[in-house]
């Protein structure tokens, strides 16, 4: 069935980067949105970055700037580039494809830890 697998994830220094990579395989409807979700210890998930499959993005305020979501609609694959990152940025991120209108469906991934050090 659908299978939604991150990668990227680790520990940077504050300053540093990380690059966030989610693959979807399997059998969906391709005009979807995909996104990044995170949820640190005690803290309910949060939006990150979404994108739409015609290119639309949308990113919570704490993160404009500095990350940049984008995706190879041929290769069902979204990333996340991630720089200037600070400590609040530790979080388990989670990779999500979504459809909520007409067909519908909603996949999310195992999630990749991030650790930003000071």
């Known amino acids: 069935q659908v299978q939604v697998v991150e990668s990227g994830g680790g520990l940077v220094q504050a300053g540093g980067s990380l690059r966030l990579s989610c693959v979807v395989s399997?059998?969906?409807?391709?005009?979807?949105?995909m996104g990044w979700y995170r949820q640190a210890p005690g803290k309910q998930r949060e939006m990150v970055a979404v994108?739409?499959?015609?290119?639309?993005?949308d990113y919570a305020d704490s993160v404009r700037g500095r990350f940049t979501i984008s995706r190879d609609n041929a290769k069902n694959t979204v990333y996340l580039q991630m720089n200037s990152l600070k400590p609040e940025d530790t979080a388990v991120y989670y990779c999500n494809v979504n459809r909520r209108y007409g067909i519908r469906y909603d996949y999310w991934g195992q999630g990749t830890q991030v650790t930003v050090s000071s």
């Open positions: 399997g059998n969906i409807f391709n005009f979807n949105t």
């Open positions: 994108i739409t499959s015609g290119g639309t993005t």
